[in-house]
């Protein structure tokens, strides 16, 4: 099997360094309205990191292929929040970010090359950690938002391996040792105490 056929086969739990833990579960249903609001800044920042790759990378037609139809659905999944916000009284309004994305980016390296890979590395891990989020916090959740959540598995799981498959096709070695660093740099943030809650937040 090659690299990249792994990748489009590799499942979420194997691929991510760690499991969400049962403390920022907690957090969350104690934060229903900012797990929202913070959930849809990530859809809206997942929509223009896909067209980031369009903008820098068009020369790649499988690039813009791909990264185009995945930000028309992050934009779609952004919409599908704001609908359940409305629903539930409450407004979309400015959050700071988390450090999680801002912590990943310490892992790239220098050339303009391996950052183009690292990029897309780091957009798997965002995309497989939202997946295991969107699984761990829906049994909790009420019917509607459990069944949303539980709908979006399937984009995002698709949406994460298209980013490994991405890093190793225009790579010029293996990715696994660069996908290894930036996995420990990913667990230290999700196990590490964080100073505020928010969809991609620590303990």
């Known amino acids: 099997m090659t690299k990249i056929h792994y990748y489009e086969s590799l499942e979420i739990q194997n691929f991510l360094p760690c499991k969400t833990p049962d403390a920022w579960v907690e957090k969350a249903l104690q934060n229903p309205e900012i797990l929202l609001i913070d959930h849809a800044h990530c859809e809206k920042k997942a929509a223009s990191a896909a067209m980031s790759f369009m903008y820098r990378h068009n020369d790649k037609m499988d690039i813009l292929m791909r990264m185009s139809k995945i930000a028309r659905e992050e934009l779609r999944h952004f919409e599908q929040v ?44 965002v995309e497989a950690r939202s997946c295991e989020r969107f699984e761990k916090i829906a049994p909790h959740l009420d019917d509607e938002l459990a069944k949303f959540y539980q709908g979006l598995l399937a984009s995002e799981k698709r949406h994460f391996t298209i980013y490994l498959k991405f890093a190793q096709k225009y790579s010029e070695i293996d990715i696994s040792e660069q996908v290894e660093n930036i996995a420990r740099l990913e667990k230290q943030l999700i196990e590490s105490t964080d100073v505020e809650f928010r969809f991609h937040s620590g303990v």
């Open 82 to 125: 704001l609908m359940a916000m409305k629903k539930r009284g409450i407004e979309y309004r400015y959050l700071s970010a988390s450090r999680y994305a801002e912590g990943l980016r310490k892992g790239m390296r220098e050339t303009k090359q391996d950052k183009f890979i690292d990029a897309l590395i780091i957009g798997a891990f």
